[in-house]
């Protein structure tokens, strides 16, 4: 028997999940890896469990099992974002520890056999930190990125290594030191080498970055590291070895034309003194892990990921072609599967195994969800002209829901998503938090404004000295371009956290008859005291974002600040705020929250316990969702 939708007002669609559905028993796959007997491994992230990270192991008959118990989470602070927090070798794995930062050894054969191998604090007094961990050929040595973290002043940064023949606690012996910034040490196939990547202050490692490469014998280098490819203008984001000893790597360079090659990381080869140049497109590559001797690499073009196989010897590429939005960095084993994180646009995401012929088999999902797909909203491309002549890029979802039609000419409300990072993008990848806003009567919005990755270097520099100027542009000649089309009406509301509360904040007292309202999550609104208090893998990214330091620069400081301009906000704010934030302080928040209250604007606060930069608990996750639709609803109903 077939009923006849009521037409219905977009604001009074109810969506089609709940906040709490949202996030039930979804999980955040990262961290892949696999070990000398082609098990597989990974990090669960749970919001059900207080945003535990638990290792898990696949094994070669496809048995899955959790490694880490309570009250371990395997995670690691290193520049407070973190990076591979474990390696599997020769039947253990190493790990860190969240709560403590230390290196902890597990049996394989037996779980609970969990041993601590650093010092709770070094002899100085700081706290070790480890992350990007590998075992040596030889399975002897520990190498990994090492920052040590004072009780007061900057933290210190340096490959580190410890001797696993060795038992009880050893601090880690500094292996290499003198730059700012290390990361990603590597053994050559024969462990006769260590290569890894390194930079130095005012740049971020996508602005210049080093990869070095140096002799090494019986926890010593034994040679002056050697500069394989890097400069002050030339950023490599990933390498590899194969096993043939040809050390691959992709690059891309400043200040060449758009339509150079140059311009994008292509992959190069290093062996013996000689370079080769493997790839040599208007396209992004990132360098992962090889498969029989061809490397499994992702390919970005405009925003999109592929996954691609790159033959060195034939210099060829070829896409695989998968029904997949969005891709993880893939990993291999020795038989020439390639595993990895999958994002369709219709369905959570996966583990998937792609085997040599091809064939495709799921491993895992990350959610059992089960959504009609006609409440499922499907992202369209947008690529939308700037009022200074250039171009920029975006995801556009159209609000659906199968109870309810929208009444005859009436244009939805959008919400605007602005992403973190900056130096980061958007993806069209499903996420049940899309849905949750579209199935309840709002259009989305994600952009991938000026500044985001996967478009070339030049479109990513173009943020440098002009972020909190160009990406509020490019959000609002995209909302410009999407009304033009007829396909959202003028009540906008924005959403972003981090750098994309930052923004959010800028849009609200930039642009005041834009927006209805706005949610900023752990956003900035001063820049001074952002400089004042953040830490020191981002001490000095606001010079690159603003065009100079504080000292210098103070009255531009001053000028994008949010803060300084809230005497022209007209549109209410809710703000979110993690108490335990390293990156973006409380205070940020804290502050606008007082200033807002002393002038009588409408807005909401609420600051975490225990949360930092990123919620994680389940708990959080769906109050702050809930607040945040509650908040906006309420604004849009009252303007009508």
């Not at 037409?7 to 709940?18: E, F, G, K, N």
């Not at 981002?538 to 809230?566: D, V």
Request: glycine share 6%; hydrophobic share 35%.
């Amino acid at each position: 028997m077939n009923s006849k939708k009521q037409p219905t007002p977009y604001l009074d669609w109810q969506p089609a999940i709940s906040a709490d559905d949202v996030f039930a028993s979804a999980v955040a796959f990262r961290f892949l890896k696999t070990d000398s007997h082609n098990n597989l491994y990974w990090i669960e992230q749970r919001a059900s469990d207080q945003g535990r990270a638990v290792l898990v192991q696949r094994n070669t008959l496809g048995e899955i099992k959790d490694l880490t118990p309570k009250p371990y989470s395997v995670k690691t602070r290193v520049f407070e974002y973190g990076g591979y927090p474990y390696t599997v070798s020769d039947g253990w794995v190493y790990f860190a520890n969240s709560s403590d930062q230390r290196l902890y050894k597990q049996s394989l054969s037996n779980l609970a056999q969990i041993t601590a191998i650093t010092p709770a604090v070094c002899d100085n007094g700081s706290l070790g930190k480890y992350m990007d961990l590998t075992v040596s050929p030889d399975l002897r040595w520990l190498v990994f990125a090492y920052e040590t973290e004072p009780k007061t002043g900057e933290a210190q940064n340096y490959i580190g290594l410890i001797d696993l023949h060795q038992s009880g606690i050893q601090e880690a012996k500094i292996l290499a030191e003198g730059a700012s910034f290390y990361k990603a040490p590597a053994f050559s196939p024969d462990g006769t080498s260590l290569a890894w990547l390194e930079w130095n202050h005012p740049y971020m490692p996508w602005d210049s970055t080093r990869l070095v490469l140096a002799k090494f014998n019986e926890a010593n280098l034994v040679s002056d590291p050697v500069l394989i490819a890097g400069s002050d203008h030339s950023s490599i984001s990933d390498f590899a070895f194969l096993d043939t000893g040809e050390l691959f790597y992709s690059v891309d360079f400043a200040n060449k034309p758009e339509n150079s090659a140059e311009n994008f990381l292509n992959v190069h080869a290093f062996k013996d003194g000689t370079h080769r140049v493997i790839t040599h497109e208007l396209k992004d590559y990132q360098v992962t892990r090889p498969a029989r001797n061809r490397l499994a690499c992702l390919q970005l073009d405009k925003g999109q990921t592929k996954l691609v196989m790159i033959d060195p010897t034939q210099c060829s590429v070829t896409v695989a072609s998968l029904p997949y939005a969005d891709f993880g960095s893939p990993v291999t084993d020795h038989l020439g599967n390639t595993f990895l994180a999958v994002f369709a646009v219709d369905r959570p995401s996966e583990i998937i195994k792609v085997a040599p012929d091809r064939s495709i088999q799921t491993i895992k999902k990350s959610a059992e969800t089960e959504l009609n797909p006609k409440n499922v909203s499907a992202p369209i491309a947008i690529e939308f002209p700037t009022e200074d002549g250039q171009k920029s890029y975006g995801y556009f979802y159209p609000p659906v829901n199968s109870n309810y039609s929208p009444v005859k000419n009436e244009k939805p409300p959008v919400r605007v998503l602005v992403h973190g990072g900056p130096t980061s993008k958007t993806s069209p990848a499903f996420m049940l938090s899309k849905m949750f806003w579209t199935s309840q009567g709002f259009a989305i919005f994600d952009v991938n404004y000026r500044g985001s990755i996967g478009f070339g270097r030049q479109y990513r520099d173009a943020l440098l000295s002009k972020w909190g100027v160009l990406e509020i542009q490019d959000v609002k000649d995209g909302l410009k371009f999407l009304q033009a089309k007829g396909l959202i009406s003028d009540q906008a509301v924005v959403s972003g956290g981090s750098a994309g509360g930052y923004t959010v904040q800028r849009l609200l007292t930039s642009y005041p008859d834009l927006f209805a309202s706005g949610a900023s999550y752990f956003g900035i609104g001063n820049l001074i005291t952002l400089q004042n208090l953040t830490h020191k893998y981002e001490s000095h990214y606001l010079e690159q974002l603003i065009g100079g330091p504080l000292k210098t620069h103070q009255a531009e400081y001053e000028a994008r600040s949010p803060i300084n301009h809230l005497d022209k906000l007209k549109a209410p704010m809710i703000i979110f705020q993690g108490s335990e934030d390293k990156v973006v302080p409380p205070e940020n928040s804290r502050e606008v929250a007082a200033i807002l209250a002393k002038k009588g604007i409408v807005h909401e606060y609420y600051e975490y316990p225990d949360e930092a930069h990123g919620f994680c608990a389940k708990e959080t996750l769906v109050d702050s969702l809930t607040k945040e639709s509650r908040f906006l609803k309420w604004v849009l109903r009252a303007r009508k």
